[in-house]
């Protein structure tokens, strides 16, 4: 039997939630210590989180990121907020899908069926988390976490994916075009200083870390990250 954490602080609505994916074979176990979503999450294990993202005390995006340094298991987020930007601030805090409401439970349903066929079922892939590695550090882009000699740092998806470019090319130098075209579809509506302010942030991030001087600017081409593979075997000599 299948496990989803449910996340809604709307009694009523959680309970007529709960019972229907009850009836259709799920084990559901309801939050309703808001203060303590993580621990809960991490001492049930499910297998698929449903979250609202109004909640008491810190909202649903912040739960989100707190459950992608633990796991990549499917998160849908339901919603009375419509707009587009909720649905894109859901999905670029780690969430898999956004379910606006009012919903019909049958569209639940499918969608939490889907997500986990993609997880655990006929979909999914080989069960091995997807992690990039240079030197002592890791970065693991499902869950926008960077790692580096013992430290973790969170980060948001699109520092995530500039921190995967340089990774990628640790080294060598990234050019600022290509880091809009990989962060951004259309660049062309970006403004060349938001490429700035995500540098500064990975920076941050990266000083946490205590490794502040591996991400060099190339004054005029772009930026570089430090190869600490190459590093380590040119000490090593």
């Known amino acids: 039997m ?3 954490l449910l996340v809604e602080d709307d009694a009523k609505l959680a309970g007529l939630l709960e019972a229907y994916l009850v009836r259709n074979g799920f084990q559901v176990q309801t939050v309703t210590d808001f203060r303590h979503v993580l621990e809960e ?3 049930f294990g499910p297998d698929l989180v449903l979250m609202d993202v109004n909640l008491p005390q810190f909202d649903g995006y912040y739960w989100c990121r707190q459950i992608r340094t633990h796991s990549i298991c ?3 987020f339901i919603s009375a907020r419509d707009s587009g930007m909720d649905q894109v601030m859901a999905l670029e805090h780690g969430a898999d899908d956004y379910i606006t409401k009012p919903f019909q439970y ?5 969608k939490v069926r889907s997500q986990l066929r993609r997880a655990y079922g006929m979909y999914a892939a080989v069960q091995q988390e997807l992690k990039l590695k240079n030197g002592a550090m890791l970065l693991y882009p499902e869950r926008y976490v960077l790692e580096y000699d013992g430290r973790s740092a969170e980060l948001t998806q699109k520092e995530s994916v500039l921190v ?3 990774m990628g090319k640790a080294g060598r130098v990234v050019g600022r075009d290509r880091l809009l075209e990989l962060m951004w579809e259309d660049q062309h509506f970006i403004d060349d200083n938001t490429l700035n302010v995500y540098i500064t942030r990975v920076r941050r991030k990266l000083k946490d870390l205590g490794a ?4 060099e600017t190339v004054r005029g081409a772009g ?3 430090l190869d600490l593979e190459l590093s380590s075997q040119e000490g090593r000599e």
């Open 2 to 4: 299948q496990s989803i």
């Open 41 to 43: 999450f991490v001492e």
């Open 74 to 76: 499917p998160i849908l």
């Open 106 to 110: 049958e569209v639940v349903l499918a």
């Open 164 to 166: 995967e470019a340089l």
């Open 212 to 215: 502040e001087e591996m991400l």
């Open 223 to 225: 930026y570089r990250l």
